[in-house]
């Protein structure tokens, strides 16, 4: 770390087209390997659902799989979709985890379905779907479960969450959204908060509700003072060049987004070859402007600046491409920047 400031992977596990979910998986594994090695502090997966273009459905099981085939790197969820699932379940599903790996399993919580209206019944069927205004009372549950310090009047309070009473912490929680509704939240609970920022359009208000998690924050016994978060959406390149020519695969994907077309990421060569209309030019202009794109140089001047914007350093960094070479490279050219090995 450099000027004290903490990296991290947000790995959303890309599906490139022509490649495979296994193949997909399989990467995410390495690359937290080389992240590690590299002198990343953290790796969080994420869960997605019927997505097309993300193989990450099932975080818990990803974490294990990361964490077993690391050392010493932070892995954690970004995050789980608790509103699909009992407190309950996620807290032993983590306590299970963080059996196998003491201090080093952090749990990043999701509001958002991570789907489809249509998929996040499914997930729920046979059930209804879990009304969202139960989800402040699944967070103060879970963090309960997790701690053993459900209040004596609390329904279920006679029941533990395994395997065994919690050790002297509990995993890393965090929070996360893309609004002022979880930033707020965070802030009541005491809890810390990860913005996200790399979707691309939440940027123009992400310091606004940085500063509003700040002001609003209330120590917990789990957290004294704020932490906060932000997840950047990066590709570094050793050309200007070479970055926007991988940035053209994203770009295809996000205008695919739009039309309602769930696929893998294609490659730069066949992005850049297709001709957008004026619309879709304009749509990837503003979807872009907060993206930080380029060689080491202009990448490193833009996190800090970022970083400067909302007064943080812990730093969580999205990037995905086509080639899994280019991804590599990419963080390592950060890794680089940074002095992370040094």
């Not at 053993?148 to 002297?168: C, M, R, S, W, Y």
């Amino acid at each position: 770390m450099v000027e004290n400031y903490t990296f991290g992977v947000v790995d959303q596990s890309p599906i490139r087209k022509g490649g495979s979910v296994q193949q997909a998986l399989q990467e995410t594994v390495r690359l937290a390997q080389l992240a590690e090695e590299m002198g990343y502090y953290r790796y969080w997966v994420a869960e997605h659902h019927n997505s097309g273009g993300f193989a990450g459905t099932s975080p818990e099981i990803l974490i294990g799989q990361i964490a077993s085939q690391t050392n010493t790197i932070n892995v954690g969820s970004g995050g789980v979709m608790l509103s699909h699932y009992s407190a309950l379940k996620v807290a032993e599903n983590f306590n299970v985890l963080r059996s196998f790996y003491p201090d080093r399993i952090e749990l990043g919580i999701g509001r958002a379905p991570g789907s489809d209206q249509d998929t996040a019944r499914a997930l729920a069927y046979p059930k209804p779907l879990v009304d969202i205004q139960h989800f402040p009372q699944q967070v103060v549950d879970l963090v309960g479960f997790l701690s053993g310090t459900l209040p004596e009047d609390h329904v279920f309070n006679g029941i533990k969450a395994q395997p065994g009473p919690p050790p002297d912490s509990i995993p890393g929680i965090w929070l996360l959204g893309s609004s002022d509704y979880s930033a707020r939240l965070a802030a009541a609970l005491g809890l810390p908060f990860s913005f996200a920022d790399f979707f691309g359009t939440t940027a123009e208000h992400g310091p606004v509700i940085a500063e509003l998690y700040r002001q609003q924050f209330r120590p917990s016994g789990y957290l004294k003072e704020p932490k906060f978060n932000v997840a950047l959406q990066v590709i570094c390149a050793d050309t200007q060049e070479k970055a926007e020519f991988i940035l053209s695969s994203r770009n295809i994907s996000s205008l695919n987004r739009l039309k309602g077309i769930r696929e893998p990421l294609i490659s730069p060569e066949e992005a850049t070859s297709i001709e957008l209309t004026p619309f879709e030019v304009q749509h990837l202009e503003n979807t872009n402007r907060y993206l930080i794109i380029g060689t080491p140089e202009v990448v490193k001047k833009g996190i800090i600046e970022a970083a400067g914007v909302y007064k943080t350093t812990e730093i969580s960094i999205a990037t995905n491409c086509h080639y899994f070479e280019d991804r590599v490279r990419s963080f390592e050219l950060v890794a680089q920047a940074f002095g992370l090995n040094n």
